[in-house]
């Protein structure tokens, strides 16, 4: 049993991820943990306003190279076209160096409106732009995640995200036993540094391996591949900048309804279900290297069984692993220095629906990417004006729970567009 479960490179990646999002898991924790405990359920919640704020930008400009280069390097790879695989990654370079120059400009004048409307503090603005520095070496890593995607090097991708994950908490822990007096700006600049030293890690890979590759390789200017990746660029980011309107809205919606203090214990409940989300993650890095294959060969069988298979084994851990969540929220809140009301149950339940829902949609961006980008782009649109109608109505009206029942409503509509275009290209 265990020779055929190791037979195929798949499964052993695949075995590699979750063993790195365990890891991942108990490091998330922790850093919530030592956050909460040390500087104050209110702390994390502003630090949650900023980063939803900042990722709200992000996806406004996020041109999304990891996909791009993915989708065309490695068509081009496997067709040996070396010069056209090393063109599209010099593409992706700038385009990711312009994107992230633009979104840190972008987040210094909006800062003091941030501050002044989500966290009701206008002195918190310097804050607000220091975290633009986490995403601009972010964005600079996509046409590296992306190049190492395609070449499915998934075990130094996973590396990289613990690598992450440990730097933080390694620099919180010294500066909570070093310093009395951390702040919401201690954490900020502990991320920076974290993302930056990332960065350097991701490119001393990249250029490892790269050299192996396309030493001697002559990189020549091909516009039709550049007018090809343009276009499927252009939906992309289009689509990404739609996902603005709709995503980390719960967030800044509490933020500006309520207070810090319920964003921090909304995240920190979206947290505990955070593992889902690490339960997904690897299935959408592996597979899609795969889609693409199947998509470029024609073998669509080959294609709906692969989504179908792995939606099932998703909904099933999803499923049990909240029933276990349900149980024990309670003390898991207690040890996050947090005291657990009865009305977080209610919470907790609306939250399983959405998570659950949800994760049998893991497969549709990157079935967008491979069969149509435009499919991703109209229910980002959608999303969009619904979470900025109909969302901020009921939150509104009904308040947190108002938001959440608007969520569940939304996703149960996407899901059900996502199956009918799957079946329209079976």
């Not at 975290?131 to 070449?151: K, M, N, P």
């Not at 009305?343 to 491979?370: G, K, Q």
């Amino acid at each position: 049993m265990i020779k055929t479960l190791y037979k195929t490179k798949f499964r052993q990646d695949l075995l590699f991820s979750y063993m790195a999002q365990i890891v991942n898991i108990i490091l998330g924790f922790l850093q919530v943990f030592l956050i909460n405990k040390f500087l104050g359920v209110e702390i994390y919640g502003a630090l949650m306003i900023i980063v939803a704020s900042a990722g709200m930008f992000s996806l406004l400009l996020d041109a999304r190279s990891s996909e791009s280069v993915t989708r065309f390097f490695t068509r081009e790879f496997l067709l040996n076209n070396l010069s056209n695989a090393k063109f599209i990654l010099f593409v992706g370079f700038i385009i990711d160096m312009v994107f992230a120059l633009l979104l840190v400009i972008i987040i210094y004048f909006f800062s003091d409106l941030i501050a002044k409307i989500f966290m009701k503090d206008s002195t918190l603005s310097f804050e607000v732009f220091l975290y633009a520095f986490v995403v601009f070496f972010t964005f600079l890593r996509g046409t590296i995640l992306g190049y190492l995607q395609s070449l499915k090097m998934f075990t130094q991708i996973n590396f990289m995200s613990m690598f992450e994950l440990v730097l933080k908490n390694l620099l919180l822990i010294y500066m909570i036993l070093t310093h009395e007096n951390n702040s919401l700006e201690t954490i900020l600049l502990i991320y920076i540094c974290s993302s930056f030293l990332v960065y350097i890690y991701a490119l001393i890979i990249f250029v490892k391996n790269f050299k192996k590759l396309f030493i001697g390789v002559t990189i020549c200017m091909n516009y039709e591949i550049l007018k090809e990746y343009w276009h499927f660029n252009l939906k992309t980011f289009i689509s990404s900048s739609l996902k603005a309107g709709n995503q980390n809205i719960d967030t800044l919606l509490i933020a500006y309804f309520i207070n810090a203090e319920m964003v921090g214990i909304y995240q920190v409940i979206k947290k505990i279900l955070s593992p889902i989300n690490f339960i997904i993650k690897p299935f959408s890095m592996l597979v899609y290297p795969k889609l693409i294959k199947y998509f470029e060969n024609k073998e669509v069988e080959k294609f709906k069984k692969l989504l179908f298979r792995i939606t099932s084994y998703i909904l099933l851990v999803v499923v049990v692993y909240n029933i276990v969540i349900f149980i024990g929220i309670e003390y898991i809140l207690n040890i996050l220095n947090i005291h657990f009301l009865p009305e977080y149950n209610i919470l907790l339940i609306l939250m399983f629906i959405i998570s659950t829902v949800s994760s049998t949609m893991w497969w549709a961006r990157i079935f967008s990417n491979v069969v149509n980008p435009n499919y991703s782009l109209y229910m980002n649109l959608f999303a969009t004006c619904y979470q900025l109608s109909v969302t901020i109505f009921l939150v509104y009206i009904f308040g947190l729970m108002g938001m959440l029942g608007s969520i569940i409503i939304m996703h149960c509509i996407l899901l059900f567009y996502w199956i009918k275009k799957v079946e329209k290209y079976v």
